[in-house]
């Protein structure tokens, strides 16, 4: 099994770029697909990203698409979540998640859901303000 940190989160303005990193511990991080998701208060936790072992397929949410950049450096243990052009809608507390197997697509759909994923981090937050 692996154990999750996340860390990075914090207060910034609209517009303004945070990045976020999750790092592991205990078995192989190179055999897990990786992803982030996020809570808001009052409401369900959301899909953002996530990367396949290799960190050479990756897939996003609409929402965050073209100003996210989910990447990872298996030398490192490392995974990162990096947020520019940060808007109100984005404050949540962000958490990493592991699933055993390392694609991210089944062949009929991508490995989105929270139920997909085994491991998680204990979460960062993050607050937006404008």
């Known amino acids: 099994q692996v154990q999750l940190v996340d860390s990075g989160g914090g207060v910034v303005q609209a517009g303004d770029s945070l990045r976020l990193s999750c790092v592991a511990s205990?078995?192989?991080?190179?055999?897990?697909?990786m992803a982030w998701f996020r809570q808001a208060p009052g409401k369900e936790r959301e899909f953002v990203a996530l990367i396949d072992w290799s960190g050479g397929g990756s897939y996003y949410a609409d929402s965050v698409k073209g100003r996210f950049s989910i990447s990872r450096d298996n030398a490192k243990n490392a995974l990162y979540l990096q947020m520019n052009s940060l808007k109100d809608e984005d404050t949540a507390a962000y958490s990493c998640a592991a699933r055993t197997g390392g694609t991210i697509y089944s062949g009929i759909r991508y490995y989105n859901r929270d139920s997909d994923y085994v491991y998680w981090g204990q979460g960062t937050q993050v607050t937006v303000s404008s």
């Open positions: 205990g078995d192989a991080f190179n055999s897990y697909a």
